[in-house]
């Protein structure tokens, strides 16, 4: 059931279109995270970034259907330049939360779920989110370098 709506929400609602950028482009950044994540946000911020944090919600935070609440749901809306979804195993609220973004670029993991992300990152499920952060930059820093 829980999926039958997502993909109702997922058929009326993803009409982003992917703008592809460069690391140096790249100004304001939303991360996506199961857990906090200081050393990355304070990286990003002494390279000039502007960084938002959405944490993954836990079960209490979500309804029925697993979507997030309304005030999650409209932090990742906001427009932003780069997505960074960090999750590192594929969730029903972290799809909820990619679809609802404004991002002009969303990357991250490979995951099942097909045109969420504009960038896939092929990484092991379950590994820490440092490596996939690694492997994300040194993508961006490639494109158009």
Request: aromatic content about 10%.
């Given at each position: 059931m829980k999926k039958l709506?997502?993909?109702y929400y997922k058929r009326h609602l993803l009409?982003?279109?992917?703008?592809m950028r460069n690391w140096s482009e790249?100004?304001?950044?939303?991360?996506l995270t199961p857990q906090p994540v200081p050393d990355i946000e304070q990286e990003l911020q002494q390279e000039g970034k502007k960084t938002w944090t959405v944490f993954l919600p836990g079960e209490k935070e979500v309804n029925w259907v697993g979507r997030p609440s309304p005030e999650l749901m409209d932090a990742a809306a906001?427009?932003?330049?780069?997505?960074?979804?960090l999750q590192q195993n594929e969730t029903l609220t972290g799809n909820y939360l990619t679809l609802a973004s404004a991002a002009s670029l969303c990357i991250g993991r490979r995951r099942e779920e097909e045109g969420l992300l504009d960038v896939m990152m092929d990484m092991p499920a379950g590994e820490s989110v440092r490596p996939l952060y690694e492997q994300i930059r040194k993508y961006l820093r490639v494109i158009n370098g």
């Open positions: 709506f997502y993909n009409k982003r279109e992917a703008k790249i100004r304001t950044i939303l991360i906001i427009p932003v330049d780069l997505l960074i979804d």
